[in-house]
């Protein structure tokens, strides 16, 4: 059964940084692809980010230029370098892990969650 931490959100002032990490358990970390997603109180969960098994890409438009995800398939571990953060990047802040690219990018029909991190930018 895969666990999902995430880890190093915070209150953070608009134009700040934050680096998330997402340590995952009880899958082949190597061969998943990953993703970022966050939720917003009253809002859908939404992609940020995805990364494939191979290190190809996808990021949400309104992210592209000022976040990064990255892997590290020696820690089992999923990266998220915000940059330049702005008041509407609040939310908790959540990964998951999927054999199928169509799923991550989806980000519908996970059987479960991690617990999240929350994420708050002050203007």
């Known amino acids: ?19 998330l990490s997402c340590a995952a358990s009880g899958i082949t970390f190597r061969i998943n692809h990953m993703g970022w997603y966050r939720q ?3 809002q859908q969960r939404e992609l940020v980010a995805a990364i494939s098994s ?4 996808h990021y949400a438009g309104s992210v592209k230029g000022r976040f990064t995800i ?15 953060l702005k ?9 998951n892990a999927h054999l199928s690219w169509l799923q991550i990018v989806d980000g519908r ?15």
């Open 1 to 19: 059964q895969v666990q999902l931490v995430e880890s190093g959100g915070g209150l953070v002032q608009a134009g700040g940084s934050l680096r």
């Open 70 to 84: 990255a892997r590290d398939n020696a820690k089992n571990t999923v990266y998220l370098q915000m940059n330049s």
């Open 109 to 123: 029909g996970f059987g479960s969650w991690g617990q999240g991190t929350q994420v708050t930018v002050s203007s």
């Open 40 to 42: 917003a109180p009253g």
């Open 87 to 95: 008041p509407e990047d609040t939310a908790v802040y959540y990964c």
């Open 54 to 57: 191979t290190g190809a890409t």
